[in-house]
């Protein structure tokens, strides 16, 4: 789609966020306060926009939105909320749209959240490989409890991506009249249409987080997610986007198209015997084990479970050490119940990943190999800021 128009009708037309006049209080950011005279001001539209002041002509991005379900599209039934709403639906709920991006809206399933695994992950990521050269950008609606793993795989099964792709939700259903679905989906839109964004992640109550560093904090505020231990890429204020870390652009996507599953996560708890390892190596390829403090392993009278760690990996498996504290990370070089660990187990250590990052690029590795060096080596290659 391509228009001709004048910049005044357009400025007009779009209801530009920065022109808005802002009574009795002072903007938080205001299109006045940062650029003077008037190809300053042209040159905010082109950014903003796509609009070329030289030829007169706006060139509004093609977004396609890929609805998966989640409490945004979701409808009271006999048996609670459940999804039924359709991406036209969610569509039609913000007619504001039309004035960010051109809009196609397609529906792939539609799950509560707390179905989707490592199947639909693949399932969204082939179809935006199947559509990658038809639009400029992604949106994906999605439901918020599993959202974070699915931002995670995403970022390990598109690499790369000079296109953006951003998953959002809401909290409540787009048709209740105070639900954070609406300024959600906007935002993402408006995301996915901004010239300086690329690659996996989510937006959600004005946050844009980068994929492999998301987490759920809250299960009912509209704030549900944080950045773990890395800066927000951007906010965004009255539908305008101040970014905060401009990452590196890339030409050209590669896509991956398989993940391994038997990934098992064991939290420790005080008391923790050791046999859980062998049963766990017959059904599992490889386990992360969530580890009191900075990643510590008790010793007990009988020798377990280091020794059910040794017999874990000896075995050919895969063993990552992660904590379950939420920030900081793990340092196994720190207190001994950590560096006997690390010295007498072959064990790849997580430091600051979140466990969403640690599951799904294990799945990632192992459905490339099974060989656990070459695993470790994959797994320690940072990819899109989940290692730093």
Excluded at 99 to 107: L, M, W
Excluded at 136 to 151: K, N, Q, S
Excluded at 333 to 346: F, L
């Amino acid at each position: 789609m391509k228009t001709r128009i004048m910049a005044g009708f357009f400025v007009a037309r779009m209801r530009v966020p920065f022109l808005r006049p802002h009574a009795r209080r002072k903007p938080a950011f205001c299109f006045a306060r940062v650029v003077k005279g008037p190809r300053a001001w042209y040159n905010q539209l082109e950014r903003e926009f796509s609009f070329s002041v030289q030829e007169g002509t706006f060139f509004m991005k093609h977004i396609l939105l890929i609805a998966t379900g989640g409490t945004i599209a979701s409808k009271p039934t006999q048996n609670g909320l459940a999804p039924g709403i359709t991406s036209e639906e969610l569509v039609a709920c913000v007619p504001e749209a039309a004035g960010i991006c051109r809009v196609t809206a397609e529906q792939i399933f539609n799950l509560d959240s707390t179905n989707v695994h490592e199947k639909h992950w693949i399932a969204i990521a082939e179809h935006i490989r199947k559509n990658y050269e038809q639009y400029d950008g992604f949106v994906i609606t999605h439901g918020t409890d599993t959202m974070a793993y699915t931002a995670a795989a995403l970022s390990y099964l598109i690499q790369h991506s000079p296109k953006p792709v951003a998953i959002t939700g809401s909290q409540k259903s787009i048709y209740e009249q105070d639900s954070d679905a609406r300024r959600n989906l906007l935002d993402a839109l408006r995301y996915a249409a901004f010239d300086g964004a690329h690659g996996v992640c989510i937006v959600f109550d004005g946050k844009v987080i980068i994929g492999t560093r998301a987490r759920k904090m809250r299960t009912r505020s509209f704030n549900a997610f944080s950045s773990i231990d890395y800066p927000e890429l951007a906010v965004i204020r009255e539908g305008r986007i101040i970014p905060y870390i401009e990452l590196p652009g890339t030409e050209a996507p590669t896509f991956y198209s398989a993940l391994n599953p038997r990934v098992f996560v064991l939290r420790l708890i005080p008391g923790q015997g050791g046999e859980i390892f062998d049963h766990l190596a017959a059904h599992y390829d490889a386990v992360v084990v969530e580890g009191f403090g900075m990643g510590g392993i008790p010793f007990y009278e009988d020798g377990e479970p280091l020794a059910a760690l040794k017999r874990f990996t000896e075995s050919g498996h895969t063993l990552v050490m992660t904590t379950q504290v939420p920030h900081e990370g793990s340092d196994l070089g720190v207190y001994s119940v950590g560096v006997q660990v690390k010295n007498q187990v072959r064990v790849i250590e997580a430091h600051t990943m979140t466990i969403e990052a640690i599951v799904t690029k294990l799945m990632w590795a192992l459905a490339q190999t099974k060989d656990p060096e070459q695993v470790r080596s994959l797994f320690c290659r940072p990819i899109a800021k989940d290692l730093l």
